[in-house]
């Protein structure tokens, strides 16, 4: 069924790296990991989980750049041999283990690139989710911009008109009259505002950023787990079995299957990974009851609060700091170019010789002269990276304190 929504996107040439080689740590290694994992949810205050392709491949929905990914194989005229549809998919030991994070309060939101609904269907509520990409089992009114939960998926994507009318009424009771559409985005299309606007709050928020199944090639939900470190000096980790290009910049790496990566971080947690139940997919009572899928605007409203509360305060206190050490530098430069400057002076210089170096001083005064200077530098140079390990100390002593 992926390849079935990649033929209906219009053609794009630059589709990213394919087919990279996938690493593996060994079972060792990887529990290793594992456990300074789940440390650091247990200690971080806002955990953002960032989403792509690899949490689904196991439920039988190939993914797009690795070795055998739809791209992959379509540049050299192939197609996947396991192409499971996404109305039989079901959610894997991730998306369950996902909604259990997020109900135990271990993971405050989810940021997601996948089109394939399983997040949905997992039982994972709206207010904890960005689907940036769109959502095969949503679909969304032109006119009022509500979106409603669907039976089965869309079999159209690019937001083209589904011929359906909205079935919402206005504040007044009057039919809306709006037609629907799927929610699928092309190539060039815009992000959701209110999917992007809380992934982006959310990112900037949080303390620790988790990346799972994704290579983080897809402009901007590829940047935003960096936020954690731009505006929160937060944690990154990626777990993937493929390279990003954001691997020197995290704080931890672990290649494994995402599946046996959060198998063992529950065990650790001591979480059990809930089965997938019919009953929570909205998808399946969607067909007798108006099952609504839109992100509530007071939701964005407190979450922009809290962004610029938090995060825009931090900013300013860096400024701050910034300043405070481009002052004190400034200083230190000039106080410096003033001692160097005494030193030229060859009476200066005189007076910091020993009674036995005047013979040297006048058999060679101009070799003596710039020794003594560079030594002199050389100093003031010490003295400099000195001071500048103490600055750099000072801002950290702020930042903790902050």
Not at 227 to 233: A, G, H, I, L, S
Not at 279 to 302: A, C, G, Q, R, Y
């Amino acid at each position: 069924m992926s390849c079935n929504y990649a033929d209906g996107l219009s053609p794009y040439h630059n589709k990213g790296k394919l087919g990279l080689a996938e690493e593996f740590d060994d079972r060792e290694e990887v529990k290793k990991k594992v456990k300074i994992l789940a440390e650091w949810i247990k200690i971080s205050k806002h955990v953002v989980l960032h989403t792509g392709a690899g949490i689904s491949t196991s439920a039988g929905i190939p993914d797009f750049r690795g070795p055998k990914g739809v791209w992959t194989l379509e540049k050299i005229g192939e197609k996947p041999n396991i192409n499971v549809s996404f109305n039989e998919a079901i959610p894997t030991k991730t998306h369950m283990a996902i909604v259990k994070l997020v109900e135990a309060g271990k993971v405050q939101f989810v940021i997601s690139q996948n089109i394939d609904g399983l997040h949905l269907r997992s039982g994972l509520p709206r207010k904890h989710l960005a689907e940036l990409h769109g959502n095969m089992f949503i679909e969304q009114c032109n006119q009022c911009l509500r979106q409603f939960v669907r039976t089965y998926t869309t079999l159209s994507v690019g937001q083209k008109c589904l011929d359906k009318f909205c079935p919402a009424s206005k504040s007044n009771g009057r039919p809306c009259r709006g037609k629907l559409h799927d929610t699928i985005l092309d190539w060039e299309d815009n992000l959701p505002e209110k999917d992007l606007g809380l992934a982006d709050f959310h990112s900037c928020l949080s303390d620790l950023s988790i990346c799972l199944g994704t290579t983080l090639q897809i402009i901007p939900s590829g940047v935003l787990p960096l936020n954690t470190k731009k505006y929160n000096t937060g944690r990154l980790v990626i777990c993937n079995l493929q390279p990003t290009k954001y691997d020197r910049r995290s704080d931890l790496l672990i290649h494994s299957y995402v599946d046996e990566i959060m198998s063992l971080l529950m065990e650790e947690l001591g979480l059990m990974i809930p089965n997938y139940s019919p009953k929570l997919d909205p998808s399946f009572h969607s067909m007798n009851s108006l099952i609504e899928w839109t992100i509530p605007d007071e939701e964005v409203k407190k979450m922009r609060l809290l962004y610029e509360q938090v995060c825009c305060k931090r900013k300013k206190k860096w400024k701050i700091i910034n300043h405070k050490t481009d002052i004190k530098k400034a200083k230190y430069n000039k106080n410096k170019a003033e001692r160097i400057k005494l030193l030229k002076n060859e009476g200066t210089i005189s007076l910091r010789l020993k009674q036995n170096d005047t013979a040297i001083l006048k058999n060679e005064p101009q070799s003596l002269n710039e020794t003594l200077i560079k030594q002199e530098i050389n100093n003031e140079t010490d003295n400099k990276t000195l001071l500048d390990n103490s600055f750099d100390q000072v801002i950290k002593e702020e930042i903790i304190s902050f």
